[in-house]
């Protein structure tokens, strides 16, 4: 956190730490995310303001948000976050996501680490160093990378991606957040993402609602083409169901 002295705003830097990525690929990812976060303009989806170096270390200065990504919410809530709460944040996920899918940019790293809530209850979508313009020409260097625990299976083997991928990783980003639990967590995840059929959530929820269930199974079928073929969907299915607390 640093105060913009020209504009008289706090934003926030982030700086490539040198030992990470190799410098070439690091600087492609930074310049990659500020370009493609300065075509997004969206409530949900916390803003890039400018990119530049110090001392040779690349750096993005970034719209300050105060509060905690989900993980940290889960955290300080010991795993009960509000029903309602819950179902308000992925909405505003799945809206977000429509956003950049409507400017033909899907995130391809969706995970509870990337979304943060604002003491307001606003969720924001951040971090777009993986994201991949659909117009762009294949890239197969980058389609694997991303994290395990949240990879849709047409990702893991390296095959092309569209908007689907995202649709599968905020399946397994909801699944965790409403039954406090990933899917797949033990054992060979990434040969379960392809193989194995998700444990219906309501086995550790057993209160989730019904269509909730299946909206978050739809999103994570291992054929893309059986899952939701739009974030705006998802949104759409998630507003059919009742907030307030689990009976």
């Known amino acids: 956190l640093v105060e913009d002295r020209k504009l008289q705003r706090d934003v926030v830097l982030k700086l490539l730490h040198s030992e990470s990525l190799p410098s070439d690929l690091a600087r492609k990812y930074f310049i990659r995310e500020a370009r493609t976060a300065a075509r997004l303009n969206h409530p949900g989806i916390v803003r890039v303001f400018d ?28 795993n009960k ?4 709460r819950s ?3 992925c909405m505003q996920l799945c809206e977000a996501l429509t956003h950049a899918h409507e400017q033909t940019i899907i995130h391809r790293d969706i995970k509870m680490e990337n979304v943060m809530v604002t003491t307001q209850w ?15 020409n ?11 625990f949240y990879m849709s299976p047409e990702q893991i083997v390296g095959d092309v991606l569209d908007l689907r991928t995202d649709i599968y990783s905020a399946g397994i980003l909801m699944y965790r957040l409403f039954t406090g639990r990933l899917p797949f967590e033990e054992g060979e995840v990434l040969s379960h993402h392809r193989f194995t059929p998700p444990p219906d959530p309501r086995e550790f929820e057993a209160k989730l609602p019904r269509l909730l269930a299946e909206t978050i199974l739809t999103c994570i079928k291992k054929d893309r083409d059986e899952r939701f073929d739009s974030a705006a969907l998802v949104a759409q299915r998630l507003s059919q169901i009742p907030p307030g607390p689990l009976a």
């Open 51 to 78: 990119y530049g170096e110090i001392e040779t270390r690349p750096y993005l200065a970034m719209e300050f948000v105060e509060g905690l990504n989900l993980i940290e919410l889960q955290e300080s809530l010991k």
């Open 138 to 148: 294949p890239d197969r260097s980058l389609f694997i990378i991303g994290t395990p």
């Open 81 to 84: 976050v509000p029903f309602d």
């Open 122 to 136: 606003q969720t924001k979508l951040l971090d777009f160093g993986l994201a991949k313009a659909l117009n762009e």
């Open 87 to 89: 179902l308000s944040i």
